[in-house]
């Protein structure tokens, strides 16, 4: 049994704030080891239930945030920039199910920390079919294109309870309290920890049996509609071919299937930067 623990870091036991998980800051480096440790204790889990092989996505900014030396040498790791499926590289190469360790709510959401959807600072929405989603969504999609189910979270509760509501039944670690965007009742890192060890045992004691939520697929051909911060990101990213205008802010485009509409969404969030 093979399983995907894709990660982030706004989503890690302990963190509230942006300087947390910037490595321009002197907090990044504590905070690389915390994650380290999340994503140790999901491996633990996974391993114990019977997964193996379990391979590992850093997610967060450029991917090279956690801490290789440290990591369970029963797994491998997906690191660097640009991969081909990014926060969820490695899905297509014969996985089971999908983890979630370190995930944060979707852009907009009230006691969400850090709660942004792929770029804090350009996206305000994102719709596939118009279904809402956030990174959990999108990455489940790419996940369901390949026919693999999404497992588990772990996060603040917002986080947990998007996922459970777009997907159904999930294993979830809920490692703090949100109680705003920048902050957080956070469990001590052991505690956090042992609650990811046992909601990643739990998954995938459950996928042996055949009882966890279907995989996401979205109906083709993908539907995504961006709905952008300012106007002026939705000048740039309209120039990608296919791309429509339909107001101020929002930009749509019809795709083939989801391996081409997460692609076509990463170009035109870049397309939105320059």
């Known amino acids: ?10 989503g890690i ?13 002197a907090e990044y480096t504590r905070f690389r080891k915390v994650m380290t440790e999340d994503v140790n204790a999901a491996i633990q889990g996974a391993v114990e239930a019977g997964a193996d092989e379990v391979v590992i996505t850093d997610g967060h900014g450029d991917g ?6 440290e990591l369970d040498p029963r797994a491998r790791l997906n690191a660097g920039y640009s991969s081909p499926f990014s926060m969820i590289q490695g899905v297509d190469a014969g996985v089971d ?3 979630y360790v370190g995930y944060h709510a979707r852009a907009g959401s009230q006691n969400g920390v850090l709660a942004h959807t792929w770029s804090a600072s350009r996206i305000a929405n994102l719709w596939l079919n118009d279904v809402l989603v ?11 294109h390949f ?11 917002t986080a947990c309870a998007q996922a459970v509501e777009l997907r159904g039944p999930l294993e979830t670690a809920v490692v703090k309290q949100a109680t705003g965007f920048a902050s957080a009742e956070c469990l001590p890192l052991k505690t956090a920890q042992q609650l ?26 993908v539907r995504v509609t961006i709905e952008f911060l300012q106007p002026e990101f939705a000048d740039r990213a309209v120039r990608l071919p296919g791309a429509k ?15 081409a509409a997460h692609a076509g969404f990463r170009a035109a969030v870049k397309q939105a930067f320059d």
């Open 64 to 69: 090279t945030n956690i801490l290789l030396e």
């Open 13 to 25: 036991s302990g963190v509230t704030n942006w300087d947390q998980v910037d490595p321009k800051h």
């Open 147 to 157: 026919g693999v189910p999404v497992l588990m979270i772990s996060g603040d509760q």
């Open 1 to 10: 049994m093979k399983i995907l623990i894709a990660t982030d870091m706004e």
């Open 196 to 221: 990811i060890r046992a909601a990643a045992s739990r998954a995938v004691l459950r996928l042996k049996t055949g009882n966890v939520p279907e995989p996401f697929v979205v109906a083709e051909p």
């Open 245 to 259: 205008r339909l107001d101020g802010r929002r930009i749509e485009f019809v795709i083939p299937d989801m391996t």
């Open 134 to 144: 956030g990174e959990y969504g999108l990455n489940g999609a790419l996940a369901g």
């Open 97 to 99: 199910g999908v983890m």
